[in-house]
């Protein structure tokens, strides 16, 4: 399969060139600037070297031998790339009097250039560098300058090397893609033939040459990333994969059931354990959230491993793993941005090898793998729900009353939010997928209420609904007031025990999503 590699130089908006790249319909991988792969390299049709938080002068800055591939390939610097091969090839870099930072707007020096195919006089280009180009190797052409920075864009004239002192990937450069269309398609020849159908076709082959009449087992945990990959590998190797599912007490309301059923109907052969009482078990009294977690993350191991010890030829262990838990945990920068966890802690007895066929794509392309796989779009835009579940959303110790009172609560608010629509451009949509993830929160306090002639005194719960494109940040969810009324009033009505509801209006940052 064609790719465009990209030799990772440790920017932040190193991932979002591989995002782009892929709404092309290219397949593209990330790898770390020193390692351009060494043998057979007919496969890659194009390298982009990424930013920096380097300069070119530091002592620990990033540096490749672009002999390994220049001449043969078409070469893309970005920003700290671009500097790079112009000051390695005669050129020159300088700090900037101060950090060029923002919108700029190009002045084209030679608009016939490929890289600026269908662009727009003045088009709009974002800015982030310390350092400067003050002067191009012999050969090369300056193609486009903005009012301040006199090499914006640069070409070999009879090599096939490009370079950008912007930054093409972020959605401030308004014709980026296009610019990288330019390159990617114009120039490298891409032929844009990746597709969730051809992915799924070329797993499934990878997978049975992979894995063989071997046996695997895949702990399930109801979102879309571990469903998909246990539904990708049933059609590698059918009854060969075995699916865990543990009711760990912490679900929502009829969730273990239901999405039971939903596996069962796409024809995965799984298992689903009860271990409620044994998960409550071990947290009964416990406050710290931090223990919790601890406790029921041992607790889905110890479950997991001693069922899937009792398919003892068992050889891989499948997993969700998508692309960018492992960018994000391989940073070569070496500050981890967040820690992956997946299954984890099995018994080395078992000798598992892990077996993760969707570690190449991204959330989107997870869900339109899912759909070409025929899955059901409630499984698929199912929103994220946190591995210690309900347990989270307990302020507090955890007891099955508090867990009842909270599943009811939760069900009217999600159900609500699945049957409200409004119009978002033109399309009736639910709320439910107008937000990126909703729930409710069991708070740990008693308030006075009235009903009809009887004073009160219970439970109050906070519904908490936000917006995000990651998690990493994420705004309160604008939910109309109408909606809330009736939700409030429902559960109050309905949900014997509590009496008070609250709406959470904190962002992240500075709150987090989940309360605990
Ligand atoms: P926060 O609360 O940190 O949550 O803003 C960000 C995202 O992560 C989910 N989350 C978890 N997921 N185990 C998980 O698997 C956890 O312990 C956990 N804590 C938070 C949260 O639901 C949100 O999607």
């Not at 003050?134 to 300056?142: G, K, R, S, V």
């Not at 002192?165 to 959605?171: A, C, D, K, L, Y």
């Not at 899937?308 to 068992?314: E, N, R, V």
């Amino acid at each position: 399969m064609q790719k465009i590699l990209i030799l990772d130089f440790g920017s932040q908006t190193t991932q979002l060139i591989a995002r782009r790249i892929r709404e092309l319909d290219t397949f593209c991988e990330i790898v770390p600037y020193n390692k351009y792969p060494v043998g057979d390299d007919n496969y890659i049709i194009g390298v982009i070297l990424s930013g920096s938080p380097y300069s070119v002068y530091d002592k620990e800055a990033f540096k490749v031998d672009l002999q390994q591939f220049r001449g043969r390939k078409p070469i893309l610097g970005i920003c700290y790339g671009a500097q790079f091969i112009s000051y390695t090839l005669g050129g020159n870099v300088e700090p900037a009097g101060s950090r060029e930072y923002g919108r700029q707007n190009l002045q084209f020096i030679n608009k016939e250039n490929p890289l600026f195919q269908g662009f727009d006089d003045n088009s709009q280009v974002w800015m982030s560098h310390g350092d400067t180009i003050t002067a191009i190797p012999n050969d090369f052409e300056c193609i486009a300058s903005t009012e301040t920075v006199k090499y914006a864009a640069y070409a070999a004239k009879n090599e096939k090397i490009w370079g950008v002192q912007f930054h093409p990937e972020v959605f401030h450069s308004l014709q980026g893609t296009l610019l990288l269309k330019n390159f990617v398609v114009g120039i490298c020849g891409g032929c844009q033939d990746w597709s969730a159908a051809s992915f799924i076709d070329t797993t499934v082959a990878e997978l049975k040459a992979q894995v063989g009449n071997d046996k695997v087992v895949l702990g399930l945990s109801g979102g879309v990333d571990s469903s998909v990959a246990a539904v990708l590998l049933n059609k590698a190797i059918g009854k060969n994969l075995t699916c865990i599912f543990v009711d760990n007490g912490l679900l929502r309301k009829n969730e273990f059931q239901n999405v039971l059923n939903d596996y069962k109907c796409l024809g995965l052969n799984v298992i689903g354990i009860d271990a409620k009482e044994k998960f409550y078990a071990e947290l009964a009294g416990v406050e710290e959230p931090e223990k919790k977690r601890k406790i029921i993350g041992k607790g889905f191991v110890d479950v997991f491993n001693a069922e899937a010890q009792k398919i003892t030829d068992a050889k891989w262990l499948g997993q969700g793993t998508i692309y960018p838990d492992r960018i994000e945990s391989l940073n070569i920068t070496g500050k981890t941005i967040k820690s992956h966890h997946n299954v984890g802690g099995l018994p080395k007895e078992m000798k598992l090898q892990l077996c993760e066929p969707l570690k190449w794509l991204f959330k989107d392309e997870v869900r339109k793998v899912g759909r070409q796989l025929g899955m059901p779009e409630h499984l698929i835009k199912r929103h994220p729900f946190p591995g210690p579940g309900l347990g989270v959303r307990i302020l507090g110790d955890i007891t099955p009353e508090k867990v009842r009172i909270l599943q009811d609560a939760d069900d009217i608010f999600i159900n609500g939010l699945r049957e409200w629509k409004t119009m978002v451009d033109g399309v009736e949509t639910s709320l439910y997928d107008q937000v990126w993830q909703a729930g409710v929160i069991l708070l740990p306090v008693k308030s006075v209420g009235v009903m009809g002639d009887e004073r009160t005194y219970e439970r109050a719960v906070a519904l908490r609904a936000v917006t995000s494109a990651d998690a990493m940040t994420a705004d309160w969810a604008h939910l109309p007031y109408d909606f809330l009324a009736k939700v409030s009033n429902d559960i109050i009505n309905k949900v014997k025990g509590v009496n008070r509801v609250a709406y959470d209006i904190s962002s992240k940052p500075p709150a987090t999503i989940e309360w605990e």
